[in-house]
């Protein structure tokens, strides 16, 4: 069963998914996903969080941080998405 969230996380989670919708100028109907994810796999660091858009258009992108949701600042954030992200066919852009 999920742990529920803070509300300081929601409010934290609500100011980063905005910060996606305005570097990309996204529509409404489309989509910003974060998850943070444990990794298991050897040399990865033990927490990750991704970020995904899903334009309701189609073609997922979506950028990996090795950093919990805790510590990702909009500036972090802004950097990582400066970068190219993994496309829905699991290549880089």
């Known amino acids: 069963m999920p742990k529920p969230v803070s509300p300081r996380r929601m409010a934290q989670l609500a100011a980063l998914k905005k910060h996606v919708r305005e570097q990309f100028d996204l529509a409404e109907d489309d989509t910003v996903l974060l998850s943070q994810l444990d990794c298991t796999e050897p040399g990865c660091p033990p927490v990750e969080t991704v970020v995904a858009v899903l334009p309701a258009s ?17 500036e972090l954030l802004t950097q990582t998405l400066a970068g ?10």
Request: proline share 15%; glycine share 12%.
């Open 58 to 74: 189609g073609g997922t992108r979506r950028w990996t941080l090795h950093h919990p949701i805790d510590e990702i600042t909009p």
């Open 84 to 93: 190219p992200p993994v496309t829905s066919e699991g290549e880089r852009t």
